[in-house]
């Protein structure tokens, strides 16, 4: 089976968590399809670290105007794309789903061959651009979206919700779940720092998308009164005065130390410092109860316990290195994040118990292995 990935993308810092997916489903798919090509069109900003693994096709926008240029970029990308298509010839395309308006449409009705696509599904669409406040996008969504979905062989959604919602839209295709993963060995495996009940210090890795919640770990940070204390460090945010304003205002901000984007060996300090992960507060913002963070699975493949405000389809609440708080707009009760952590450390091998089981649950040589299983029941069911 030959399969091509094309990936219609802006490469910036704020998606390199996006493109390390990418880059890790391209490897895990190399040993199971018998040739994967990998692409992300789009412009690349130079700050972005770009994995060797993957082909990028920069586009530079030449208009002035941000909607303009977003407009001649995604144009640009699927003209490339199908050229890709023509001279690769596969047997069938997974791509994320590229939000539904005429270039889109258009891209799906001139795939060569008959050739099948399927798409990725992260989130339901439509409320996720209401909470980014896109009304234009909005409005293509809805007077494309249903048309879209339904050019293509079948949806792959990362959690149940996502699959209830894209089977509503589909006709005859079928929409399966196959939640998020991680690439287990490329990341290493942290080395816990002592917690001796006086300090804890807690990671959050990720933007200030309103889906994250960080507002919510400030607002429980500053209403917290506890003896044990607390340091929350920020990883992935270059500039944001929102939340550098909240936690000033908050009067925090001795509490809170903002980093910038790291990768590499940078990344990896943080997690040999820190004792908690801190998720996503956020999903219900945006209409869902339901994720698969990235982040949750490379906090779990390096050996870090972590709690969030959702439910994950990964993780079962027994589960003793993942707390659970509820999807509201309370803030988080680091009472209890104290007690949660003090349990979790207390197995002396936790680290190495969360990467045996993120190889077994959540590398995405596990994940692949059932996408590729509904790509040959989509291909045997075309003869």
């Known amino acids: 089976m030959k399969v091509f990935f094309p990936v219609f993308q802006w490469a910036k810092p704020s998606m390199q968590g996006v493109l390390k997916k990418v880059s890790d ?52 990308s699927f003209e490339l794309a199908l ?29 060569p061959y008959r050739i099948p696509l399927v798409f990725e599904q992260q989130s339901i669409t439509v409320k996720e651009l209401k909470v980014l406040n896109k009304p234009v996008y909005i409005l293509f969504e809805k007077a494309f979206g249903h048309r879209l979905v339904n050019l293509s062989s079948g949806i792959v959604g990362v ?28 990341v290493p495996l942290r080395s816990p720092p002592p917690f ?13 998308n309103p889906w994250h919640g960080l507002d919510r770990l400030l607002f429980g940070l500053e209403k917290y009164r506890g003896k044990v204390e607390i340091k929350l460090h920020i990883v992935g945010i270059e500039e944001d005065d929102s939340i550098r ?18 990768t590499g060996q940078e990344l ?15 999903g219900h913002r945006k209409g869902l109860l339901q994720s698969a963070g990235l982040k949750m699975r490379e906090y779990c493949a390096r050996g870090l316990p972590f709690f969030l405000g959702h439910k994950d389809p990964d993780f079962p609440f027994d589960y003793p290195f ?32 969360m990467r045996e089981y993120a190889f077994k649950n959540l590398d995405w040589s596990v994940k692949m292995k059932k996408t590729v299983e509904f790509f040959e029941q989509i291909l045997k069911e075309r003869g």
């Open 25 to 76: 489903q391209t490897k895990a798919l190399r040993s199971l399809v018998e040739e994967i090509r990998t692409t992300v069109y789009g412009y690349h900003e130079k700050k972005c670290v770009l994995d060797g693994d993957v082909r990028y096709e920069n586009i530079e926008p030449t208009c002035k105007r941000y909607l303009l240029q977003l407009w001649q970029v995604r144009k640009k």
């Open 322 to 353: 993942c707390a659970f708080f509820p999807a509201n707009e309370e803030p988080i009760d680091f009472h209890r994040v104290i007690e949660f952590y003090t349990n979790a450390f207390s197995y002396k091998n936790h680290a190495e118990l």
């Open 159 to 186: 959690t149940d919700e996502i699959v209830q919602y894209e089977s509503s839209r589909l006709k005859t295709q079928r929409a399966i779940l196959v939640s998020n993963g991680v690439g287990v060995s490329s």
């Open 83 to 111: 050229k890709d298509i023509e001279q690769f010839h596969p047997d069938i395309i997974y791509t994320r789903y590229p939000l539904g308006d005429p270039t889109s449409i258009d891209f799906l009705k001139k795939i």
């Open 268 to 282: 990896t300090a943080f997690f040999d410092i820190c004792h908690i992960g801190a998720g996503s507060f956020g």
């Open 245 to 262: 304003s909240l936690a000033k205002t908050l009067s925090i901000q001795e509490r809170v130390q903002f980093y910038g984007f790291r």
């Open 196 to 208: 001796d009940q006086k300090r804890l210090e807690i990671l959050f890795v990720g933007s200030t």
